[in-house]
C-alpha cells in the first residue's frame, strides 16, 4: 500500500489529487490552481508544528525523563530486535519503500541540519533514549515511530529527532535501506540502532524487550496480508501456532499490512492531554454506567477478555501490567506533584489550537489523529485481534443464532460497500479492501449497537490511508463511538437530532435565507443531513476536508460539524438566495460546496465565526430536539404510522424567541462548575487521587481548574473572564442579530398595511354594492314605467281599433242611409210621376169636365152646376193648376229645385263609391 | 475510478438557464416534479440517475451517503417539458429513518430492485408499502427492475415484477443501467403518467 502512496506522484493521472482521491473533471482547473496555495500553506504549517514540536519535546523531556529512566533499565539487547525493527519499514508496506525514502531524508536539507545540529545534539542522547519508553506506556507498544505514511512523510520528524541524535548515527544512516530488505541485516544491532531516528526508538525498546516481544511484532504486519490469516492466534507468544515460522519467512518479502504501530514520542504530549480528556470521559461514563450503559463497558469487559487470552503470553501480560501500573504511577505521581488539573499542565493548549486550525502537515495527520483520538490510550492489547478471531467461532459454531444472522447481514452489507469505497484509489488495492474489510467487520463486533453502517467505511478507508490497520480501528472506536455516539446507530437518532438542531441554528443565523429556502420549498436537512453523516467525505474537496477533520477530531466533538455547515451557508447563501426554484437552489449549494477549495477560509470563517456554537449550547439544543425525535422513532417503530409532519411555523418560532434565554443559562452553567471545583480543591487538596476522580466526574467541557496557588488561581480567574467576557460579547451580538432579524421581519411584516388596504377594499366593495343595487332598483323602476308606458300603449291600441270599427260601422250606417235616400229618391221620382200622371188625368177631367159644362150650360142649370161643381173643380184645378202653375210658372225654380236635390243625390252616390 | 460527482454540473448549468425562462410555477407546458429513488443497497439507484441525467454508467460508482441530489428536464413530443428534482437515497436499511424527508411531498417515487436478487424485490416491497402508507395519495409510483443486462442471473421474474406493480397500481418496466435500456423510456413513462395542471 505504502509503495503505492510513494510512487503515487508517479502513477497519479491528471485526475486525482495528492492524496489519491478522484477529482471531478469540473474541478481539475481549479484544483490545479490552489494546489500551489496548497504547497505554500504546507510548507508554512510545516515549519510551525517543527518549531511547536521541538518546544514539546524539550519540555516533555524535562518532564518525563526520571521516570523512564527507570523504566528503561531492565533490558536486555535481543538479536531478533532487528527482524523487528527490519520490519517497520514493512509498514510502509514493502521493505523495498524503505529506500526511496531514506534516500530522500538522507538528501534532504534537513539531513544537513542534522550533521549540523548532531554535534550538539549528541549530549541530549541519553535524555532521549530515556524519554522514549514513556511515550510508549506499554512496552508492546514498540514499534513507536510509523505510520504507512511515515516511509515517505516523517521528515519533519526526523529533523526533529534528528536534533536529538548523536554523531554516529550520521554514518550508519546508510545502512538502514539495508535492513529492509535483507535478514541479514539482523546482526549488527548496534550500528543499525544508530542507523536512524527510528532505530533510536527501538534501541531504547530493545532495552527492555524480550525475545518474543519481537516475534510478536514480526508477526503482527504479516497477518495484515493474509485474510486467511486473521482467525490464527497472531501473538508469537502462542508460538504454537504454525503460522509463525510462515510470518517469518514471509514477512520480509510481501506486502505488509501494518497491525499497530505506536506514535511517534513528539507527539506524545498531544497524546496525553488528549487521553486524559478520554479518561475523563470513561470516568464520567463509568459514574453513568447504569444510566447510560454505553459501549465502553463493552470496551472493559474485552479488555478482561484480552487479558485473559494473553495469559500464555506471560511476557506481554507482564509488560502491560507493568506499563499500566507505570502510568497510574506516573499520573499518581503528576497529580501529587503538581495537584493540578488538566489545563495547566497543557498551557500551550491554545497555540495548538491555533496550530491545528491552520492545518496539520500531511506527513504529521495520521499520528496526529491518532493522538487527538487518543488511540494508544483506547487501545487494549490483542483486542482487535480477538474480535477479528471471533469470525472462525462464528462461522464454525452457532449457525443460525439471531445476532449471527444480523452480522451475516452487516457482512453483506460491508462486501456490498468495499468496492465501492473510493473506487478506484491506488490504495485501496486487493491488500487495502482485505485491511478495510477487517477493520469494518471488527467494529461491527466490537459495537453491536451500531454494527456497520454506510459512512463508515469511507472513514475506515481514510483512517488506512493515514495509519496502519489497527491503530485505524480505534481511532474509529473513537470517532463514531465518542464524537458520533448515537450517531450511526439503527435509528440513527443522534444524527436527526442534529438536524433539527441544525435548522434551529439556520433560522437565528440565516433567517432570510432560510425563508428564502422555504419559499422553495426546500428543507436544510435534505442537504446539511448528507453533510453531517458523511463528515463532509465526498462533500468538499479533500484537502478542505481533512482541515475540518483536523479540527473536529482535535476538539474531541462535533462542534465542527455544526460550524463548517454554518461557515459553507454563510459563503454560499448569498448565491442560493438568487436561486429561483428548489432543483437549482440545491444543485447550486452542492456544487458550490464541493468546489470549496478554499480549504483555510472556510476552517476560520467556521473557527471563528460561530463561536457562539459551543458544545454546550448543543447540548441544550440536542436536548430540546431529542424528545420530538424519539417520540417519531417510537411511533413509526410501534405503528408504523403516519410520519409527523415538520413542526408547525408556530412552534419554530417559539424556540427561536426562546433561545435567547437559554444561552444566559448556559454562561451560568459555565461559572457553576468552577465553584464546585474550587470547593473540591480547597476540601481535598490532600487527597489527588479523589480530587482527580471529582475532575473527572465534571463536565468535560468546561475546564475546571482548582489551583492551591492563587496567583495562579488569579490567571485563571482571568483567563475565564475574559471568556466570559467573550461569550458575553457573542450573545449581545446575537441579541443585536436577532433584533435585526426581528426589524426584517417587522418590514416584511405589512400585514398592518395589508389589513387596511383590505378594510378600504371592502368599503369600495361595499359601496359598489350598495351603488349596484342603486342601479337595480332603478332598473326595476324603468321597468315598471315601461310596463305601464306598454299598457297605455295596449290601450291606445284598443282605442285606435275601437273606433276604426266604429268607423267602419259609421261607413256602414252612412251607406244604407244613403241607399234608403236613394231608394227614397226613387220612390220620390215614382211619386212625381205619379203626380204629373195624376195632374194630367185631372187636366184631362177636367177638359172633360169643362167640355160636359159647355154642354150643358146651354141648360143652364147646368150652367150653374156646372158653375157650382166648377169652383171645387177650380179650387181643384186652381190648386193643382195652380201648383202646376206654380211648377210651370217657375219651371227653372222647380228645376232648381229639382237641380240641388239632384246634385245632393249625385253627390251622395258619388260619395257612396267612395 | 471516475467515482466523480454526484452533482450535475452540465445539468445544473443547462437547467438554470432553463430555469431562468421557465420560472418556478408549474404551468401546463413545463412541469416540475419531485421524484424519490427507494430501494436496497447495490440495486444501482445512482446508477439509474447517472446514466439518465448525465449519460454516463459507471461500473464502480460510490456508495451514497443520505442523499444526493440531481436534475434533468426531458422534452415531450407534445411540446411539455418536465424537470425532474430527483432524489437518490442512501439504500442501507437503516437509513429508511431519512427517507421520509426525502420522499415526503414528492409527486414521483420510483422503487427499484435488482432482478438478480429476491432479496432487493422483498425490499422494493417494503418500500411500496410504506410509501402507500406514509407517501401523498396521488403519488405516480413506479417499479423499475434493473440490471436488466444480467438476464443468465436474473432471479426474479419479469412476471413477478408486473403481477406486484399491477396489484398495487404501479408503472413496471425493466432497465439497464449498464447498457441504457429503457432508462429514458421509464421517465418519460412516468412524465406521461403525471398528473397535468388544468389549463384555467
Same mark, same amino acid.
Given at each position: 500500500?505504502?509503495e503505492?502512496?510513494?510512487?503515487?506522484?508517479?502513477?497519479?493521472?491528471?485526475?486525482r489529487?495528492?492524496?489519491?482521491?478522484?477529482?471531478?473533471?469540473?474541478?481539475?482547473q481549479?484544483?490545479?490552481e490552489?494546489?500551489?496555495?496548497?504547497?505554500?500553506?504546507?510548507?508554512?504549517? @510545516?515549519?510551525?508544528?517543527k518549531?511547536?514540536?521541538?518546544?514539546?519535546a524539550d519540555?516533555?523531556?524535562?518532564?518525563?525523563?526520571?521516570?523512564?529512566?527507570?523504566?528503561?533499565?531492565?533490558?536486555?539487547?535481543s538479536?531478533?530486535?532487528?527482524g523487528t525493527?527490519s520490519?517497520?519499514?514493512a509498514?510502509?508496506?514493502d521493505?523495498?519503500?524503505?529506500?526511496?525514502s531514506?534516500s530522500r531524508?538522507?538528501?534532504s536539507p534537513?539531513?544537513?541540519?542534522?550533521s549540523?545540529?548532531n554535534?550538539?545534539?549528541?549530549?541530549?542522547k541519553d535524555?532521549?533514549?530515556s524519554?522514549?519508553?514513556?511515550?510508549?506506556d506499554?512496552?508492546s507498544?514498540?514499534?513507536p515511530s510509523d505510520?504507512?505514511?511515515?516511509?515517505?512523510?516523517?521528515?519533519?520528524v526526523?529533523?526533529t529527532e534528528?536534533? *536529538?541524535?548523536?554523531?554516529?548515527r550520521d554514518?550508519t544512516?546508510?545502512?538502514?535501506?539495508?535492513?529492509?530488505d535483507d535478514?541479514s541485516?539482523?546482526?549488527?544491532?548496534? @550500528?543499525?540502532?544508530?542507523?536512524?531516528?527510528?532505530r533510536?526508538?527501538h534501541?531504547?525498546?530493545?532495552l527492555?524487550?524480550?525475545e518474543?516481544?519481537?516475534?510478536?511484532?514480526?508477526d503482527?504486519p504479516?497477518?495484515?496480508?493474509?485474510?486467511?490469516d486473521?482467525?490464527?492466534?497472531?501473538?508469537?507468544?502462542?508460538?504454537? @501456532?504454525?503460522?509463525r515460522?510462515?510470518?517469518s519467512?514471509?514477512?520480509?518479502?510481501?506486502?505488509?499490512?501494518? *497491525?499497530?504501530?505506536n506514535?511517534?514520542?513528539?507527539?506524545?504530549?498531544?497524546?496525553n492531554?488528549?487521553?486524559?480528556?478520554?479518561?475523563?470521559?470513561?470516568?464520567?461514563?463509568?459514574?453513568?454506567k447504569?444510566v447510560n450503559?454505553?459501549?465502553l463497558?463493552?470496551?472493559? +469487559?474485552?479488555?478482561?477478555l484480552?487479558?485473559n487470552?494473553?495469559?500464555?503470553?506471560?511476557?506481554?501480560?507482564?509488560?502491560?501490567?507493568?506499563?499500566?501500573?507505570s502510568?497510574?504511577s506516573?499520573?499518581?505521581?503528576?497529580a501529587?506533584?503538581?495537584g493540578?488539573?488538566?489545563?495547566?499542565?497543557?498551557p500551550?493548549r491554545?497555540?495548538?489550537e491555533?496550530?491545528?486550525?491552520?492545518?496539520?502537515?500531511?506527513d504529521?495527520?495520521? #499520528?496526529?489523529w491518532?493522538a487527538?483520538?487518543g488511540?494508544?490510550?483506547?487501545?487494549?492489547e490483542?483486542?482487535?485481534q480477538?474480535?477479528?478471531?471471533?469470525?472462525a467461532?462464528?462461522?464454525e459454531g452457532?449457525?443460525?443464532?439471531?445476532s449471527?444472522?444480523?452480522?451475516q447481514k452487516?457482512?453483506k452489507?460491508?462486501e456490498?460497500?468495499i468496492?465501492?469505497?473510493?473506487?478506484?484509489?491506488?490504495?485501496l488495492?486487493e491488500?487495502?479492501?482485505? @485491511?478495510?474489510?477487517r477493520?469494518?467487520?471488527?467494529y461491527?463486533?466490537?459495537? =453491536?449497537s451500531?454494527g456497520?453502517c454506510?459512512?463508515?467505511?469511507?472513514?475506515?478507508g481514510?483512517?488506512l490511508?493515514?495509519?496502519?490497520?489497527?491503530?485505524?480501528?480505534w481511532?474509529l472506536?473513537?470517532i463514531?463511538d465518542d464524537y458520533?455516539?448515537?450517531?450511526?446507530?439503527?435509528?440513527?437518532?443522534e444524527s436527526?437530532?442534529?438536524?433539527?438542531?441544525f435548522?434551529?441554528?439556520?433560522?437565528?443565523r440565516f433567517?432570510?435565507?432560510v425563508?428564502?429556502?422555504?419559499?422553495?420549498g426546500?428543507?436544510?436537512?435534505?442537504i446539511?443531513?448528507?453533510?453531517?453523516?458523511?463528515?463532509?467525505?465526498?462533500m468538499?474537496?479533500?484537502?478542505s476536508?481533512?482541515?475540518?477533520?483536523?479540527v473536529?477530531?482535535?476538539?474531541?466533538?462535533r462542534?465542527?460539524?455544526?460550524?463548517?455547515a454554518?461557515a459553507?451557508?454563510?459563503l454560499?447563501?448569498p448565491?442560493?438566495?438568487?436561486?429561483?426554484d428548489?432543483?437549482?437552489a440545491?444543485t %447550486?449549494?452542492?456544487s %458550490?460546496?464541493g468546489?470549496?477549495?478554499?480549504?483555510s477560509?472556510?476552517v476560520?470563517?467556521a473557527?471563528m465565526?460561530?463561536l457562539?456554537?459551543t458544545?454546550?449550547?448543543l447540548h441544550?439544543?440536542?436536548?430540546?430536539?431529542?424528545?420530538?425525535?424519539?417520540?417519531?422513532?417510537?411511533?413509526?417503530?410501534?405503528?408504523g404510522?403516519?410520519?409527523?409532519?415538520?413542526?408547525?411555523?408556530?412552534?419554530?418560532?417559539?424556540s427561536?424567541?426562546?433561545?435567547? =434565554?437559554?444561552?444566559?443559562k448556559?454562561?451560568?452553567?459555565?461559572e457553576?462548575?468552577?465553584?464546585?471545583?474550587?470547593?473540591?480543591?480547597?476540601?481535598?487538596l490532600?487527597?489527588?487521587?479523589?480530587?482527580?476522580?471529582?475532575?473527572?466526574g465534571l463536565?468535560?467541557?468546561?475546564?475546571?481548574?482548582?489551583?492551591?496557588?492563587?496567583?495562579?488561581?488569579?490567571?485563571?480567574?482571568?483567563? #475565564?473572564?475574559?471568556?466570559?467576557l467573550?461569550?458575553?460579547r457573542?450573545?449581545i451580538?446575537r441579541?443585536?442579530?436577532?433584533?435585526?432579524?426581528?426589524? +426584517?421581519?417587522?418590514?416584511q411584516d405589512?400585514?398592518l398595511?395589508?389589513s387596511?388596504r383590505?378594510?378600504? %377594499?371592502e368599503q +369600495?366593495?361595499?359601496? %359598489?354594492?350598495?351603488?349596484?343595487?342603486?342601479k337595480?332598483?332603478q332598473?326595476?323602476?324603468?321597468?315598471?314605467?315601461l310596463?305601464?308606458?306598454?299598457q297605455?300603449?295596449?290601450v291606445?291600441?284598443?282605442?285606435?281599433?275601437?273606433a276604426?270599427?266604429?268607423v267602419?260601422?259609421?261607413?256602414?250606417?252612412v251607406?244604407?242611409?244613403q241607399?234608403?235616400?236613394e231608394?227614397?229618391?226613387?220612390?220620390?221620382?215614382?211619386?212625381?210621376? *205619379?203626380v204629373?200622371?195624376?195632374?194630367?188625368?185631372?187636366?184631362?177631367?177636367?177638359?172633360y169636365?169643362?167640355?160636359q159644362?159647355?154642354?150643358?150650360?146651354?141648360?143652364?142649370?147646368?150652367?150653374s152646376?156646372?158653375?157650382?161643381?166648377e169652383t171645387?173643380?177650380?179650387?181643384i184645378?186652381?190648386?193643382g193648376l195652380?201648383?202646376r202653375?206654380?211648377?210651370?210658372?217657375?219651371?227653372?225654380?222647380?228645376?232648381?229645385?229639382?237641380?240641388?236635390?239632384?246634385e245632393?243625390?249625385?253627390?251622395?252616390?258619388?260619395?257612396?263609391?267612395? | 475510478?471516475g467515482?466523480?460527482?454526484?452533482?450535475?454540473d452540465?445539468?445544473s448549468?443547462?437547467?438554470?438557464?432553463?430555469?431562468?425562462?421557465?420560472?418556478?410555477?408549474?404551468d401546463?407546458?413545463?412541469?416540475?416534479?419531485?421524484?424519490?429513488?427507494?430501494?436496497?443497497?447495490?440495486?444501482?439507484?445512482?446508477?439509474i440517475?447517472?446514466?439518465?441525467?448525465?449519460?454516463q454508467?459507471d461500473?464502480?460508482?460510490?456508495?451514497t451517503?443520505?442523499?444526493?441530489?440531481l436534475?434533468?428536464?426531458?422534452?415531450?413530443?407534445d411540446?411539455?417539458?418536465v424537470?425532474?428534482?430527483?432524489?437518490d437515497?442512501?439504500g442501507?436499511?437503516?437509513?429508511?429513518?431519512?427517507?421520509?424527508l426525502?420522499?415526503?411531498?414528492?409527486a414521483?417515487?420510483?422503487?427499484?430492485?435488482d432482478?438478480?436478487?429476491?432479496?432487493?424485490?422483498?425490499?422494493?416491497?417494503y418500500w411500496?408499502?410504506?410509501l402507500?402508507?406514509h407517501?401523498?395519495?396521488?403519488?405516480?409510483?413506479?417499479l423499475v427492475?434493473?440490471?436488466?443486462?444480467l438476464q443468465?442471473?436474473?432471479?426474479?421474474?419479469?412476471?413477478?415484477?408486473?403481477?406486484?406493480?399491477?396489484?398495487n397500481?404501479?408503472?413496471?418496466?425493466?432497465?439497464?443501467?449498464?447498457?441504457?435500456?429503457?432508462?429514458n423510456?421509464?421517465?418519460?413513462?412516468?412524465?406521461?403518467?403525471?398528473?397535468?395542471?388544468?389549463?384555467?
Amino acid at each position: 500500500m505504502a509503495e503505492k502512496i510513494s510512487h503515487l506522484s508517479h502513477t497519479l493521472e491528471p485526475k486525482r489529487d495528492a492524496y489519491g482521491f478522484a477529482l471531478r473533471p469540473q474541478h481539475l482547473q481549479r484544483y490545479r490552481e490552489y494546489a500551489n496555495i496548497y504547497k505554500e500553506e504546507e510548507d508554512e504549517r @510545516s515549519e510551525k508544528w517543527k518549531n511547536f514540536l521541538e518546544q514539546q519535546a524539550d519540555t516533555a523531556q524535562n518532564c518525563w525523563s526520571q521516570r523512564l529512566h527507570k523504566e528503561s533499565l531492565p533490558s536486555g539487547v535481543s538479536e531478533h530486535r532487528d527482524g523487528t525493527v527490519s520490519d517497520r519499514p514493512a509498514e510502509g508496506d514493502d521493505p523495498s519503500d524503505n529506500k526511496p525514502s531514506d534516500s530522500r531524508i538522507g538528501s534532504s536539507p534537513e539531513r544537513e541540519v542534522h550533521s549540523t545540529e548532531n554535534l550538539r545534539s549528541r549530549e541530549h542522547k541519553d535524555r532521549t533514549v530515556s524519554d522514549r519508553p514513556a511515550e510508549g506506556d506499554d512496552p508492546s507498544d514498540n514499534k513507536p515511530s510509523d505510520s504507512p505514511i511515515g516511509s515517505s512523510l516523517e521528515r519533519e520528524v526526523h529533523s526533529t529527532e534528528n536534533l *536529538r541524535s548523536s554523531e554516529h548515527r550520521d554514518g550508519t544512516v546508510s545502512d538502514r535501506p539495508a535492513e529492509g530488505d535483507d535478514p541479514s541485516d539482523n546482526k549488527p544491532s548496534d @550500528s543499525s540502532i544508530g542507523s536512524s531516528p527510528e532505530r533510536e526508538v527501538h534501541s531504547t525498546e530493545n532495552l527492555r524487550s524480550s525475545e518474543h516481544r519481537d516475534g510478536t511484532v514480526s508477526d503482527r504486519p504479516a497477518e495484515g496480508d493474509d485474510p486467511s490469516d486473521n482467525n490464527k492466534p497472531s501473538d508469537s507468544s502462542i508460538g504454537s @501456532s504454525p503460522e509463525r515460522e510462515v510470518h517469518s519467512t514471509e514477512k520480509l518479502k510481501s506486502d505488509k499490512v501494518p *497491525r499497530w504501530a505506536n506514535i511517534r514520542p513528539v507527539l506524545g504530549a498531544i497524546e496525553n492531554m488528549m487521553s486524559f480528556r478520554i479518561e475523563k470521559a470513561k470516568n464520567v461514563e463509568d459514574d453513568l454506567k447504569g444510566v447510560n450503559g454505553a459501549h465502553l463497558p463493552t470496551v472493559d +469487559e474485552v479488555s478482561h477478555l484480552g487479558q485473559n487470552s494473553e495469559d500464555d503470553s506471560e511476557g506481554d501480560v507482564e509488560i502491560d501490567e507493568a506499563s499500566n501500573g507505570s502510568t497510574h504511577s506516573c499520573k499518581g505521581e503528576r497529580a501529587a506533584s503538581e495537584g493540578t488539573p488538566l489545563e495547566s499542565s497543557f498551557p500551550w493548549r491554545e497555540e495548538l489550537e491555533c496550530l491545528v486550525r491552520g492545518g496539520v502537515p500531511k506527513d504529521l495527520r495520521g #499520528e496526529v489523529w491518532q493522538a487527538f483520538v487518543g488511540v494508544r490510550t483506547r487501545r487494549i492489547e490483542r483486542y482487535y485481534q480477538d474480535l477479528l478471531a471471533r469470525e472462525a467461532s462464528d462461522d464454525e459454531g452457532k449457525a443460525l443464532d439471531n445476532s449471527c444472522d444480523v452480522q451475516q447481514k452487516l457482512k453483506k452489507q460491508i462486501e456490498k460497500d468495499i468496492p465501492r469505497t473510493f473506487p478506484g484509489h491506488p490504495a485501496l488495492d486487493e491488500n487495502g479492501r482485505n @485491511s478495510l474489510r477487517r477493520l469494518l467487520i471488527a467494529y461491527a463486533r466490537h459495537n =453491536p449497537s451500531v454494527g456497520y453502517c454506510q459512512a463508515m467505511n469511507f472513514f475506515a478507508g481514510l483512517l488506512l490511508l493515514l495509519m496502519p490497520e489497527e491503530n485505524a480501528f480505534w481511532a474509529l472506536v473513537g470517532i463514531i463511538d465518542d464524537y458520533f455516539g448515537g450517531y450511526y446507530t439503527e435509528e440513527m437518532i443522534e444524527s436527526q437530532v442534529d438536524q433539527l438542531v441544525f435548522e434551529e441554528l439556520m433560522r437565528e443565523r440565516f433567517p432570510k435565507l432560510v425563508n428564502h429556502l422555504d419559499f422553495l420549498g426546500v428543507q436544510v436537512a435534505w442537504i446539511s443531513g448528507p453533510w453531517f453523516l458523511s463528515i463532509f467525505v465526498n462533500m468538499l474537496p479533500w484537502e478542505s476536508v481533512l482541515r475540518i477533520w483536523d479540527v473536529l477530531l482535535f476538539e474531541g466533538n462535533r462542534v465542527m460539524l455544526f460550524r463548517t455547515a454554518l461557515a459553507l451557508m454563510e459563503l454560499y447563501g448569498p448565491a442560493i438566495v438568487t436561486t429561483k426554484d428548489a432543483g437549482d437552489a440545491i444543485t %447550486l449549494l452542492q456544487s %458550490l460546496a464541493g468546489s470549496t477549495f478554499d480549504s483555510s477560509q472556510l476552517v476560520l470563517t467556521a473557527c471563528m465565526g460561530f463561536l457562539a456554537i459551543t458544545e454546550a449550547r448543543l447540548h441544550n439544543l440536542r436536548e430540546k430536539h431529542r424528545p420530538s425525535v424519539l417520540e417519531v422513532v417510537e411511533e413509526r417503530s410501534r405503528k408504523g404510522r403516519v410520519w409527523k409532519d415538520s413542526k408547525g411555523l408556530a412552534t419554530k418560532l417559539y424556540s427561536f424567541k426562546h433561545d435567547t =434565554p437559554s444561552l444566559v443559562k448556559e454562561t451560568k452553567s459555565i461559572e457553576r462548575p468552577e465553584d464546585v471545583a474550587a470547593d473540591a480543591d480547597a476540601s481535598h487538596l490532600d487527597n489527588s487521587s479523589h480530587l482527580e476522580d471529582l475532575l473527572g466526574g465534571l463536565a468535560v467541557d468546561s475546564e475546571v481548574d482548582s489551583l492551591p496557588d492563587l496567583q495562579e488561581q488569579v490567571v485563571w480567574l482571568k483567563v #475565564e473572564l475574559c471568556r466570559l467576557l467573550e461569550e458575553k460579547r457573542s450573545a449581545i451580538l446575537r441579541a443585536e442579530e436577532l433584533e435585526t432579524a426581528l426589524m +426584517e421581519m417587522v418590514q416584511q411584516d405589512n400585514r398592518l398595511q395589508l389589513s387596511a388596504r383590505m378594510e378600504q %377594499l371592502e368599503q +369600495e366593495v361595499t359601496e %359598489l354594492r350598495q351603488a349596484l343595487a342603486d342601479k337595480k332598483e332603478q332598473e326595476t323602476a324603468m321597468l315598471q314605467v315601461l310596463m305601464r308606458v306598454e299598457q297605455e300603449q295596449r290601450v291606445t291600441e284598443d282605442a285606435r281599433i275601437c273606433a276604426e270599427q266604429e268607423v267602419a260601422a259609421q261607413k256602414y250606417a252612412v251607406h244604407v242611409l244613403q241607399e234608403k235616400y236613394e231608394i227614397a229618391m226613387i220612390s220620390l221620382a215614382q211619386m212625381e210621376k *205619379r203626380v204629373v200622371m195624376a195632374e194630367s188625368m185631372l187636366e184631362a177631367t177636367l177638359q172633360y169636365e169643362s167640355g160636359q159644362n159647355k154642354a150643358q150650360q146651354s141648360p143652364g142649370s147646368a150652367r150653374s152646376q156646372s158653375s157650382a161643381q166648377e169652383t171645387p173643380a177650380r179650387r181643384i184645378g186652381l190648386f193643382g193648376l195652380g201648383w202646376r202653375d206654380r211648377n210651370k210658372g217657375k219651371p227653372s225654380v222647380e228645376e232648381s229645385c229639382e237641380s240641388p236635390q239632384k246634385e245632393i243625390t249625385n253627390r251622395e252616390l258619388e260619395q257612396q263609391p267612395k | 475510478m471516475g467515482c466523480s460527482s454526484s452533482l450535475p454540473d452540465r445539468a445544473s448549468g443547462r437547467l438554470s438557464g432553463l430555469n431562468s425562462e421557465n420560472g418556478s410555477v408549474n404551468d401546463a407546458k413545463n412541469l416540475r416534479v419531485k421524484l424519490v429513488l427507494l430501494g436496497d443497497s447495490g440495486v444501482g439507484k445512482s446508477c439509474i440517475v447517472l446514466r439518465f441525467v448525465r449519460g454516463q454508467f459507471d461500473p464502480t460508482s460510490k456508495v451514497t451517503i443520505g442523499a444526493s441530489f440531481l436534475s434533468q428536464t426531458i422534452a415531450l413530443q407534445d411540446s411539455t417539458t418536465v424537470k425532474f428534482e430527483i432524489w437518490d437515497t442512501a439504500g442501507q436499511e437503516r437509513y429508511a429513518a431519512l427517507a421520509p424527508l426525502y420522499y415526503r411531498g414528492a409527486a414521483v417515487a420510483v422503487v427499484v430492485y435488482d432482478i438478480t436478487s429476491p432479496e432487493s424485490f422483498q425490499k422494493a416491497q417494503y418500500w411500496v408499502k410504506e410509501l402507500q402508507k406514509h407517501g401523498s395519495p396521488d403519488m405516480v409510483m413506479a417499479l423499475v427492475g434493473n440490471k436488466a443486462d444480467l438476464q443468465e442471473n436474473r432471479e426474479v421474474t419479469v412476471q413477478d415484477g408486473i403481477d406486484y406493480a399491477e396489484k398495487n397500481g404501479m408503472f413496471f418496466i425493466e432497465t439497464s443501467a449498464k447498457t441504457a435500456d429503457n432508462i429514458n423510456q421509464l421517465f418519460e413513462e412516468i412524465a406521461k403518467r403525471l398528473p397535468r395542471p388544468t389549463p384555467s
